[in-house]
């Protein structure tokens, strides 16, 4: 059971989002201390975690600043080689009695809220932990050209059983055609370019990588220049 709201609880919105972003920037700071002698005993040979790290939606200006704070995150994860891995606090916002809970009786600490409706962050996270980057993706000659590399960090597996999906629309928003390709496994750094022919009338398209049935990665619907 919480503890009872005390006064200096109770702040003016703007100075408790402020010191919310301070205390965010504290532990963005800590984050970035971490070196493989930290390690217990100093063996390196000891994984290390980040065990939690998350911002609440309802302490932010815009959903945009918490996107911004979890990719800066993720970088500092990336460059940490010896981290084995960090748990994000959390998946979903959850009831909770704790002192500051909501009125509604949750805390918005979820990358999806309590009726699992995405909020921007987990599209940020589902786009960062794809085991595949996009590089690239245009109209060339009469086809649609992806290219794609294996990721070179965090997070690294094999990105086996994936597939590019493409859309193709014209000019009236009209889908006319659908095509898919298979991605073959990529290692870390290698390269690929998928090509997909266009029928006649196209003027953008929509893309989406999947690995399995899981949609890993959504680009467009945009207008590309051709090459």
């Known amino acids: ?35 493989p002698a930290d390690h217990q005993d100093g063996d390196a040979r000891r994984p290390m975690i980040i065990t939690e790290f998350g911002w609440r939606a309802d302490r932010v200006g815009q959903e ?18 010896f981290l084995s891995g960090a748990s994000v606090w959390s998946f979903n916002d959850y009831r909770s009695r704790y002192v500051n809970t ?22 940020l996270f589902r786009r960062e932990c794809t085991p595949i980057v996009l590089n690239e993706a245009y109209m060339k000659g009469k086809s649609v050209a992806v290219k794609l590399s294996g990721r070179t960090g965090f997070p690294l597996y094999p990105p086996a059983g994936c597939k590019v ?51 890993m990665l959504i680009f467009g619907p945009t207008t590309w220049t051709r090459k």
């Open 102 to 123: 909501n009125p509604d009786g949750y805390r918005w600490w979820g990358l999806v809220d309590a009726g699992r409706n995405i909020r921007g962050s987990y599209s």
């Open 165 to 215: 999906k493409i859309q193709f629309y014209n000019f009236r928003g009209r889908e006319i055609d659908v095509q898919e390709n298979s991605v073959t496994p990529l290692t870390p750094g290698e390269q690929t370019e998928l090509l997909f022919p266009m029928k006649e009338g196209v003027t953008y398209f929509r893309g989406e990588i999947f690995r399995g049935n899981f949609s």
């Open 64 to 81: 945009q600043d918490r996107e911004l704070w979890f990719k800066e995150m993720i970088d500092i994860i990336r460059e940490r080689p």
């Open 1 to 35: 059971r919480g503890r009872e709201e005390s006064p200096e609880d109770v702040v003016p919105r703007q100075d408790a989002h402020q010191r919310e972003r301070d205390g965010q920037q504290d532990g963005q700071r800590h984050a970035e201390r971490l070196e």
